[in-house]
Structures are given as C-alpha cells and as structure tokens.
C-alpha cells in the first residue's frame, strides 16, 4: 500500500510538471504575433493567474514582462510588476525578494505617478511586515494604502487594506478592533461582487471566534468556506478551510480528525508551495502525533518545520516553530528539549515584542482616524445644508422602526436567554480547563529542565550557577502553588463552599505578608513595591479572602509591570469606608479586556511583559471576592500607561 502510494504521489508530479510545460507552450505560442505592449499585458496576466499553481512560471513571466518594460521603456507598466513579483516571493515565503519587489514597486509608483499601485505597494509592505513580526510598521503602511485607496474611491483596495488590518489586530489579540474590520471587509466584497475575497475574510473571522474559544460558530464558518472553495476548485481557500477545522477537532481532543484535515491541507499547501502555511501544518501535525503517541513521525515533521523556517528569516516563525518543539518535547518527557526550546521561544518573543510598539501603531491609527474625520465632517456638513428636511423625516421612520425592532428583539432575546447562558458557561468551563492544561504543564518544564541540568552538570556547575538554578526552581514552584491556590478558591467559590467568615483584622500586617510572598517576582523584574498603610488600621472582614485579594492584585500588577518598574498598595479610612489601591505603571489594557474583567465575564490567559503564564482566574477572583465582602471595585487603565484597582469595603462593626 505504501509503495502504491508513492508511485501515485510521484504520478500527479510528473503529471503536474507537464501541464505546467503545456501552460507554459500556450504562453509562448500567443506572445509570438504580440506587440510588444500586448506581450507585456499578456506576461503579467499570466504571473498574477497562475501565482498560486505555478509560482515559478509566474516569476519568469513576471520577469520577462519586466525585461520587456524596460527594454521598450514602458515604464507606466513598471509598478504593476513589480508588485505583482513582490506577492509572488511573499506567498513563497522568500521574504527578503519580496521587500526588494514591493520596495522598488513603491518607488516606481511614486516615481510614475500610480497611485492605484502606491496604495497597492504600501499595503503589500504591510502584510509583509505583519509575516516577519513588525506589527508598528505593518500598520503604518497599511493605513497609508487605505488612506490612497479611500481618496480613489477603490473598494477593492479598501477591502485589501481592512483585511490586513484585521489580520494584524487579531494577531494583537485586539479581537474587537479585528472582527470590525474583517467585517468591513465582508461587506464591501459582497457589494462589489466578489465571493473569493468575502471567503478569504470568512476564514479570518472564524480564526477569531477560535482564539475566542467560540469554536461552533468557528466550525459552521470553515464548513461553509470549504463549500464554497471547492465548487470554485479554489486550492488555497480549501487549504486554509482544512487547517482551521483541524484546529477546531484539536482543541475539541478528536486527534484523529484533526490529523486528517491537517494533511488534506498540507497536501495542497505542498502542491503549490505555499512555504508558511506549510510550516503551520509540519507544526500541528507534530503535535497532533505526539497526542496520538506516535512520537517519531512527529518528530520527523517538526524536524522539517524547522529547517524550513530557517529558510525564512522572520522572528515569528521561528517563535511558532520553537514553541511547537518545546510543547512536543514536553509531551514526550524530554524535559531538557522542552526547557531549551521554550527558551529559544522566548528569544524570539522578546525580538518580536521589541519590532512591535503597539503604542506608536496606535498614534498612527489616531492620526488616520482624525484626518478621516475631519474629511467626513466636512462632506457631512455641504450635506446637511440641502438635506435638514429629509433628515428630520428620516430620523422620525428610524425611531419607529426602532422601536419596532426592540419590541420583537426583546420578546425573541427572552426566549433565547437560557440557552444562551448555558453555552457561556460551557465555553467558559472548555476554555478554562484549556488554559489549566497549559499553564500547569509549562512551569513543571522548567522545573524539570532546570533540575536535569543540576544532575547532569553539577559537577562542572560554580556555586553561584547552582544557587541560581535553585532559586529559579523556587520561583517557579511558588507561582505554580499560587495558581494551584487560585484554581482551589476558584472551585470553592463557584460550588458556593466559600462564605466569608468576619473579624477584626490588621491591614498592614496582611498587606506585609502578600508583598513578602512575591517579592521574588518583583525582585527578578527588578521592580519596586511600595506600601502606604497606616500600622493601626484593621477592618472587620475575612483574612482569607483579603489575602487572596491582594496576592492576585499585586501579582497582576507585577505581571504587566516592564523591567524597573513601580507597584503601590495603599489602604485608607473615610468615614463609613475603607480603601484599597494597588497601582502599576505597566502596559495596561486594552478597553475590550477591561470591559470584559468589569463583566465578570472572561478568563483572560494573556502573558506578562516577559512571558509569565498564569490561568487568567486571577481577577475573576478578586471580583467575586470583593462583592462577598460587600465591597465595590472600579478599574482605571490606559494601554501603555499602566493599571490603577480602586476597591471600597463598607465598615462593619
């Protein structure tokens, strides 16, 4: 059977190579009785149709449309192929070609005065810096482009740039600024006609309702996407319509289908030589064999993700593919492996967190929205002069249709609301037993990596090495006993075990004890802590669950503080109440998770400013914690300017 396998597997190649040679012949039949202009529109044709089933033929055609430009300085054509080629060499993932393409064609542009493929050139450059990890870039040029394509009224454009821009917002975990714009994407692709470029914005949205850990709306979304691909035989929407349903079937445990989806995808990405989406499909496959115990053909797979992704010079491949390695090692017990791969991950995350900036791709996004405002306002203002009547009408029909639609969409929300809250608790159950798998797992690696290397080498180890692996073993094993902590109070919590038990308690002396039990963490970050407490104030509420209040304060605050920082705890009296304020200098949050934590509603499993695990639970505790003491919370936080808790406990006698 496996012989008769690969005779076939070797029959489609040779079969693919000559038709590949017969599309090739039919070029090169019509060119011949061409003038040397239509031979140029006819060669750049070819490369941008059969970029995707054969990308070599289309580099060449490309190339000789290039050759033939210049030869008959034709140089209005000159932009078009260059970006042409640059897409090329992107989807091939030879990333340094593809900056020269897309860099020339943006100076041709400009040069030739194109801005049809100026726009185009910026937002390629953006989907390109999106690929090798620079986030801060991959938006400021791919506002520009939108920015070009909205003065030319280019909805295609406009959808090219939007749907980049989810990609990278998503990659942000800044979910609800992504799904606007893949949806913008959505709309604008049906308006214009064009189902292949509503899919492929499908695709993505459904990538982020699974990071969501919504993973039926997910799966209804890829099932659709694959029809639809197939009755158009379109090969890379198929592929990526695979690959997401096997990440669904992995996180869902069914490992045999995932397998399956997996290699249908990588069998086409593989037939068009699509080198990054092979890279994700050699990950995943490696890892859904280790999950099925057959660990050296896993092996095999990961061994060849990554020689590929040296071949492709981006930080974010390599942290996908280390990442993959040190989660398969650890699957297979060679802590070693997966202690030294996790740190290579890191490396890489750190390199990608230094190219990021989220804070200046935010000023750029704030410049582009004030410009286009200032645009609308005033469009909207020569409209409002001719239009005041009709608009005194219309507002009039949209209240009634309002009302109409409250009415109805209240009855039917009613009906809905039970089966509603019972999916959220599931996703909320599914998602958080996920990320206890994880984050329970991860740290025993270091523990166990770290504590090989004292067995094997400790005989050539100093004094000063070992006490640093020591103390390091420590510190893990402390945050992993506070999440073992939290997981305990989290269950008790939920199965309503816990009812506060109040007296009279010192607020300096159990603020003291939360700060002694993480001042490690602050001290390997080099941050600063700081207590205002005022040595006789005591409040009549239960130790525990303060303790537990402020442990996971702080720790949150440590977590998203950078290097060098500054934590502050502070308690104080006013009149019926009593104070807490745990402030942090650090990145902040984003308004969505904010919105999120003040809800109640999320388990968040974002890592820390130096990639520090942890189940999410934390402040969901601190929530339910509060509000059993019959105390009010209030978070303030700006992305880049840090995180202030403010949280009001009543006076009991």
């Known amino acids: 059977m496996k012989t008769l396998t690969i005779k076939i597997f070797f029959l489609l190649l040779f079969s693919s190579s000559l038709f590949a040679q017969d599309v090739w012949k039919d070029l090169e039949k019509k060119i011949v009785t061409l003038h040397d202009s239509d031979k140029i529109d006819l060669y750049l044709e070819f490369t941008w149709k059969n970029r995707g089933d054969h990308p070599q033929l289309s580099i060449k055609a490309g190339k000789l449309a ?36 897309f860099s020339r064609g943006l100076e041709a542009a400009k040069k030739y005065d194109d801005k049809t493929q100026l726009a185009h050139a910026y937002n390629n450059l953006g989907s390109l810096h999106r690929l090798m990890g620079n986030g801060s ?70 990538e982020v309702y699974f990071e969501l850990a919504d993973y039926e709306k997910a799966y209804s979304i890829y099932l659709y996407t694959l029809d639809e691909h197939k009755k158009r035989n379109e090969e890379i929407g198929m592929a990526f319509a695979y690959g997401g349903l096997s990440t669904i079937f992995f996180a869902r ?18 037939k068009i030589n699509q080198n990054v989406a092979i890279i994700s499909d050699y990950c995943q496959i490696a890892l859904i064999q280790a999950r099925l115990n057959n660990f050296p053909s896993g092996k095999n797979y990961l061994d060849k993700a990554v020689a590929l992704a040296k071949t492709i010079k981006s930080f974010y491949f390599s942290f996908t593919v280390y990442n993959a390695a040190s989660e398969f090692y650890g699957l297979q017990s060679d802590f070693k492996n997966a202690f030294n791969y996790s740190q290579l991950a890191s490396q890489m995350k750190d390199s990608i967190r230094a190219l990021e900036g989220l804070e200046k791709s935010a000023q750029i996004e ?42 109805v969409f209240y009855a039917y929300r009613q009906k809905r609301k039970l089966n509603h809250e019972l999916r959220e608790i599931n ?19 270091v523990v166990l990596g770290y504590s090989e290397m004292l067995l094997d080498d400790f005989d050539t180890l100093t004094d000063q090495e ?9 510190h893990v094993t402390l945050n992993n006993y506070q999440l073992l902590e939290n997981l305990l109070e989290w269950s008790q919590s939920n199965l309503k075990i816990i009812q506060p038990k109040f007296e009279v308690i010192n607020l300096s002396t159990i603020s003291q004890k939360a700060i002694d ?132 406990f009543p006076k009991i006698a």
């Open 253 to 270: 445990g069914d490992f045999n289908e995932a397998l399956n989806y997996r290699l249908k995808s990588l069998e086409i990405n593989s």
């Open 427 to 445: 996703q909320f159950k599914d998602k958080l037993f996920r990320v206890i798998a994880h984050d329970l797992k991860n740290p025993f690696f």
């Open 366 to 407: 704030a410049v582009y929205k004030n410009e286009q405002t200032e645009r609308e306002a005033e469009l909207a203002q020569i409209q409002l002069a001719n239009k005041e009547q009709e608009t005194t009408y219309l507002y009039l029909i949209i209240l009634v249709v309002a009302g109409l639609f409250i009415f």
């Open 66 to 101: 290039l050759r033939t430009i210049e030869q008959n300085e034709f140089f209005t054509k000159k932009p078009l192929a260059l970006n042409y080629l640059g897409v090329i060499y992107r989807n091939l993932g030879d990333y340094k070609e593809a900056l020269s393409f």
């Open 517 to 648: 039990l993480l001042k490690h963490s602050a001290k390997m970050k080099m941050i600063t802590m700081t207590m205002d407490v005022p040595k006789e104030l005591t409040m009549n509420t239960d130790q525990n669950l303060i303790y537990s209040i402020l442990r996971n304060l702080l720790g949150n605050s440590l977590k998203f503080t950078n290097r060098e920082g500054n934590v502050s705890l502070k308690w104080f009296e006013n009149h019926d109440s009593v104070h807490l304020e745990v402030e942090d200098n650090g990145i902040g949050m984003n308004p969505l998770i904010l919105e999120k934590i003040l809800e109640n509603k999320n388990i968040n499993r974002t890592k820390g400013t130096e990639g520090e695990g942890g189940s999410g639970i934390g402040l969901s505790l601190v929530y339910e914690f509060v509000h059993k003491l019959g105390g009010d919370i209030a978070i303030s936080s700006s992305e880049g300017k840090g995180t202030k808790f403010s949280i009001i």
């Open 466 to 474: 070992k006490l640093n692996f020591i103390n390091n073993i420590k």
């Open 137 to 206: 870039l991959a938006i400021e040029q791919t506002f520009k482009g939108l920015k070009i394509f909205e003065e030319l009224k280019d909805s295609a454009g406009m959808a090219f740039c939007a749907l980049n821009l989810g990609v990278l917002y998503s990659n942000q975990k800044n979910y609800k600024r992504a799904i606007e714009y893949l949806q913008r994407v959505i709309d604008i692709r049906e308006r214009i006609g064009d189902k292949p470029g509503e899919l492929t914005a499908q695709v993505r949205i459904a």
